[in-house]
């Protein structure tokens, strides 16, 4: 429960943990759709340890379309 003096309940009157997860979604809605999905799949990526061709069953996706994806989002290693 938040409490505050006026009609709006802002970011920091929130509790600590539901103020990250403000700040999180506030961030996430300045992202194109192309950086959301490049930050997807670098979790993904993450996730299995940079494997490919895990990651690409993971997302369901082909192998070269994920080897696509990675270079347009600049993550290509």
Same mark, same amino acid.
């Given at each position: 429960?938040? #409490? ?5 309940? %802002?970011?920091?009157?929130?509790? /600590?943990? #539901? $103020? /990250?997860?403000?700040? /999180?979604?506030?961030?996430? *809605?300045? $992202? =194109? *759709? @192309? ?15 940079g ?10 996706? %082909?192998?070269?379309? *994920?080897? @696509?994806?990675?270079? $347009?989002?600049?993550?290509? =290693?």
């Open positions: 429960m938040a #409490m505050v003096d006026g009609d709006v309940i %802002d970011t920091p009157d929130m509790p /600590s943990n #539901m $103020r /990250s997860a403000c700040i /999180s979604n506030e961030a996430g *809605l300045n $992202r =194109t *759709l @192309e950086q959301a999905e490049t930050e997807y799949i670098r979790n993904v990526l993450d996730s299995v340890s494997n490919k061709t895990k990651a690409a069953k993971i997302l369901d996706i %082909d192998r070269k379309t *994920l080897r @696509e994806k990675l270079k $347009r989002g600049g993550l290509e =290693t």
